[in-house]
């Protein structure tokens, strides 16, 4: 993956791609900025393109270099995370059987960091640390790293990730470069979620809320494709004989216009996996595939049952759409597929 694939951030990338071209990487920067806009990405890119074999200032990708870094087995590249993290992944262990720390602590300066930049460099061009986020790191862990930041081996360069620079010890700061990352313009974003599969709808709503965040607003339309989704597995399982069920469920999703619309749009798509199974067997396949076990035991109801339920799904929608109250619509929908 290249630089040119970090949206919004052509300033920050502007300056460190200069200094690739240059030859004169700084030895000590401090990418500061919203969560979610690309420092982590920038960071990862930066020790790439420092060691790619292209050695056009950018990051190939592919070479062999690149690719060692991607999969995080580049000897002279070290990636420090929370001791937590790193213990999970099995790429550190906390001395003595300590439970490992949320942060960053100073053992992991001491024998990564400080360790690692005691050693020759093995292939690479430059050594490259990212500390990600560099603000997990406690005052003992950062003062433990400021001789580091003051006088750094040669050809090497740290790169301190973090969206809460103020939080870092005045010291550190005043030792890096900083490189400022800005929120992303929300059509960027909405534009990068529609590409990554959502809905228009929800990439808006989720871009809205994530405040120029790609991270966040990524993680809050999975959560809410993740709630629309259980929103039709609950339609599915509920009783044909439990009306005060279907109220709760009608009151629950038409809470919101957009919800509610949002749901009976994607209970269509359901429903036609359910006729296409009720028609054709179990070998079609499903484009929710993880419906499956729901819209097999509805397909058994055979497909006029399925036509109906999409034909009352189609009126609430119509409904929704002149202004109807939504928990009403979607109780006639649920009247209309059990009362038919
Ligand atoms: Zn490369």
Known sequence: MPFADVIGQDRALGALQAALRRGSL????????????GKGTTARLLAQAANCE?????????????RKIARGVHPDVLVVEPERDMAKAGRWEPKGGRT????IVVDQVRELVDRRLSLRRFEGRR????????????????NAILKTLEEPPPDTTLILVSSSADALLATVRSRCLR???????????????????RTPDEARRAAELAGGSL??????????TRELWSGVEEAAALPADDARAWIEFAKGWGASREEAGELCELLLVWLRDVLARAVAGPAVPLALADLAPATDAAARLGPAAALHRAESVKRALRALR????????????????FHG
Do not use: T
């Open 26 to 37: 700084h030895h000590a920067y401090l990418l500061a900025g919203p969560e979610g806009v």
């Open 54 to 66: 292209a050695e056009d200032g950018d990051a190939c990708g592919a070479c062999p270099s690149c």
């Open 100 to 103: 490992p720390s949320r942060d």
């Open 127 to 142: 050594r490259v640390v990212i500390l990600d986020p560099a603000d997990a790191m406690n005052h003992a862990a950062q």
């Open 179 to 197: 490189i400022p990352f800005a929120p992303l313009p929300e059509g960027m974003v909405v534009e990068r979620l529609v590409q990554a599969g």
């Open 215 to 224: 991270g966040k607003a990524l993680a809050r339309a999975e959560e809410e």
């Open 322 to 337: 002149q202004n109807a109250s939504p928990p009403l619509a979607l109780e006639r929908m649920l009247i209309g597929w």
